[in-house]
């Protein structure tokens, strides 16, 4: 498949339902596939990382999370036309498990925030299986691994911050059975109601990175990655 390079780092020009026809057939084939949100922060850090652009890179797909990417694609005639966010990429995922009968997995946050994300998921999906979960901060890997295979899941989300989800399905990928991978971040959090995302009118606008600025500024330095990236691409051109 093809991917779109922004310094080393690539990202998949797909949009939600491109990556969930291509996912389904390749669930059928019996292979298994890895999602990685891809930002201008962690192509940033990527660019100096190789062990973290080597994640991303081998990765199924890259996906174009944040407005920054957008803008960078825009700005080089790319392939990227929408956003595809991580919290949206799982919804969409959990909708097309409960559609098809697959069944799912979520590992990470706090006992309280996995327990009622599951809860409020098997609300928002009444047919889905939520086969088990786990909290994100018990010790023992294995422990996790056998709970997951016992599960039988199809599906496995892992909510514990980047890189540490992605690093953990890396090293415990062999030793699953469930076809799709998705390191999700804050997004239990999420659904459990527990943090809410930008109002519509931001997201719309591109502007959520605007919103979470004014919630929490010391999220500043953070977010200085994304005029450093896009300065870069406008004199790579
Ligand atoms: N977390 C966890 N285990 C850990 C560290 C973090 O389960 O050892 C969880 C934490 O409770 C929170 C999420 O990981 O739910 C952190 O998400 P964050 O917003 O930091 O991730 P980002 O989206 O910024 O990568």
């Known amino acids: 498949m093809q991917k779109e390079m922004y310094f080393g780092v690539g990202v998949s020009p797909l949009s939600y339902e491109e990556i969930l026809a291509d996912l389904d057939n390749r669930m059928k084939e019996g292979k298994k596939s890895t999602i990685i949100a891809v930002n201008p922060e962690k192509v940033m850090a990527a660019e100096k990382n190789e062990q973290l652009r080597e994640l991303i890179n081998n990765s199924t797909y890259g996906i174009a999370d944040g407005v920054g990417i957008l803008l960078a694609s825009k700005l080089k005639k790319g392939q990227v036309t929408s956003r595809v966010t991580g919290v949206d990429m799982m919804d969409r995922l959990l909708q097309f498990a409960a559609e098809k009968g697959y069944r799912v997995f979520m590992y990470g946050a706090k006992e309280e925030v996995v327990s009622t994300a599951v809860k409020k998921i098997e609300e928002k999906y009444p047919n889905i299986i939520i086969a088990g979960y786990e909290n994100g901060y018990v010790q023992d890997p294995k422990q996790v691994v056998d709970k997951i295979n016992a599960a039988k899941a199809d599906l496995l989300f892992v909510a514990m911050g ?21 390191g999700v971040g804050g997004s239990f959090d999420v659904f459990a109601g527990h943090v809410k995302r930008a109002p519509a009118f931001y997201r719309k606008l591109g502007l959520e990175w605007f919103y979470r600025l004014m919630k929490e500024p010391k999220r500043l330095k953070r977010q200085m990655a994304l005029p450093k990236f896009l300065l870069k691409v406008v004199r790579s051109k």
Request: without cysteine; charged residues 30%; aromatic residues 10%.
């Open 162 to 182: 980047s890189p540490k989800q992605e690093l953990w399905i890396r090293e415990h990928m062999d030793s699953l059975s469930a076809k799709v991978y998705q």
